[in-house]
């Protein structure tokens, strides 16, 4: 490296020649990086902090062990229905606020269970009101085509004086493969229903 005293002498020569700023930088870069080169060994790299790659974010578990404190308490109140929880919590040896927590889950099991088995014959008694409709309008077409084509405007008056509505009248219809076509009624053509074959 240049000694101190020669830098100052470089850099008072250059300042006394009034040069713009821009020009002295650049002179001073043409002159000193090729001295520095020279006057020593080659100053060592500045090391680069190498980026570690970000860890990924740990996944919670979801399952609990089957000998968690959650688990013992609940084995707990199963076993002791009626003991206030401060004691499932000691026999269960977990925190009490483990117990109530244990609690809760018993009960919307619980709530969860009687909503699935109330639902399930209200379903069953549905499907059966419907399918029950359902032949009682596919009854009430094959009785009114039996004596031949008649028409729409007719089988849905009756229809609505024998209590088909109108929806189920058109599964039947279709259960039925009943035939739509149009017929010359007195100088009107109407669309009118017939059993198939």
Same mark, same amino acid.
């Given at each position: 490296?240049?000694?101190?005293?020669?830098?100052?002498?470089?850099?008072? &020569?250059?300042?006394?020649? &009034?040069?713009?700023?821009?020009?002295? $930088?650049?002179?001073?870069?043409?002159?000193?990086? /090729?001295?520095?080169?020279? +006057?020593? /060994?080659?100053?060592?790299?500045? /090391?680069?902090?190498?980026?570690? /790659?970000?860890?990924?974010?740990?996944?919670?578990?979801?399952?609990?062990?089957?000998?968690?404190?959650?688990?013992?308490?609940?084995? $707990?109140?199963?076993?002791?229905?009626?003991?206030?929880?401060?004691?499932?919590?000691?026999?269960?040896?977990?925190?009490?606020?483990?117990?109530?927590?244990?609690? &809760?889950?018993?009960?919307?099991?619980?709530?969860?269970?009687?909503?699935? +088995? $109330?639902?399930?014959?209200?379903?069953? +008694?549905?499907?059966?009101?419907?399918? $029950?409709?359902?032949?009682?309008?596919?009854?009430? !077409?094959?009785?009114?085509?039996? =004596?031949?084509?008649?028409? @729409?405007?007719?089988?849905?008056?009756?229809?609505?004086?024998?209590?088909?509505?109108?929806?189920?009248?058109?599964?039947?219809?279709?259960? !039925? *493969? @009943?035939?739509?076509? =149009?017929?010359?009624?007195? *100088?009107?053509?109407?669309?009118?229903?017939? !059993?198939?074959?």
């Amino acid at each position: 490296m240049l000694p101190a005293s020669d830098l100052t002498e470089i850099i008072a &020569n250059l300042s006394a020649l &009034n040069l713009q700023p821009n020009t002295a $930088a650049q002179i001073l870069a043409a002159v000193l990086v /090729p001295l520095l080169r020279s +006057s020593g /060994p080659p100053p060592e790299p500045i /090391p680069i902090r190498e980026k570690r /790659p970000r860890s990924k974010p740990q996944k919670r578990k979801t399952s609990r062990a089957d000998d968690s404190p959650r688990e013992r308490a609940i084995a $707990a109140l199963k076993a002791n229905p009626g003991v206030p929880l401060s004691d499932i919590a000691k026999l269960a040896g977990c925190a009490r606020s483990t117990a109530v927590n244990a609690r &809760n889950d018993l009960a919307k099991k619980a709530r969860k269970q009687a909503r699935k +088995s $109330a639902s399930a014959p209200a379903a069953t +008694s549905v499907l059966a009101k419907q399918t $029950a409709r359902r032949e009682r309008a596919q009854r009430f !077409l094959r009785d009114e085509l039996a =004596r031949g084509p008649r028409s @729409v405007s007719d089988i849905e008056e009756r229809a609505a004086k024998a209590h088909v509505d109108q929806h189920t009248l058109e599964q039947a219809r279709g259960d !039925l *493969g @009943v035939i739509t076509s =149009r017929g010359n009624a007195g *100088g009107v053509q109407a669309v009118q229903w017939s !059993l198939p074959g």
